[in-house]
């Protein structure tokens, strides 16, 4: 019973968290870059361990006692993505950046982070996966909910090191400066259209 428990988290965690979003494109351009990659997928897979762990204990009704909260977090989410989406759109347009490993200075480990954290937490539908989603599914395994989790945690932990790591494998592709453009600019759409999807309460 406990495998199947663990098994499902792996699984539904895995699938929630595979599909293109503002964090994975995040954690992609970094681990091209190869600019602090270890703390970025470290900082994201923790906070999936702590949102996840905060679903299977039963604190989603947190949402429920403070109504106030998710209209906040969602036009905050919004403004946030939409000035990352302006960001990446000015490199886009500007372009003439390559893939220079040991030419270009990484960004300040503290601004990397702190990037990380601001895409996953003012994103409201991270909570409705984790916190609301897989804590709901975990109700089905009574006194294997751990287990449950610990699977979730798994995948999160295995998906986030595996783009981050596995990014640079795309680094002679991302040699070239048109590849970057397209890049920046793809992220730019994506962070507008999902700005676009909360501010419609989507």
Known sequence: MAFSAALTGFSMGLSLIVAIGAQNAFVLRQGLRREHVLPVVLTCALSDALLIALGVTGLAAVKAALPLLEPVMRYGGAAFLLWYA????????????????????????????????????????????????????????????????????????????????GARRLTPLFARPLAWRVLDGTIAALMTLIAFTLVKGG
Request: charged share 10%.
């Open 86 to 165: 302006v960001k990446n759109l000015i490199s886009a347009v500007k372009g003439g950046a390559a893939l220079d490993v040991h030419g270009q200075p990484p960004a300040a480990l503290k601004t990397v982070l702190a990037t990380t954290l601001a895409l996953t937490f003012l994103n409201p539908h991270v909570y409705l996966d984790t916190v609301v989603f897989l804590g709901s599914i975990s109700t089905q395994f009574p006194g294997e909910r751990l287990a449950f989790a610990l699977g979730a945690i798994t995948a999160s932990f295995a998906f986030f090191f595996s783009l981050g790591f």
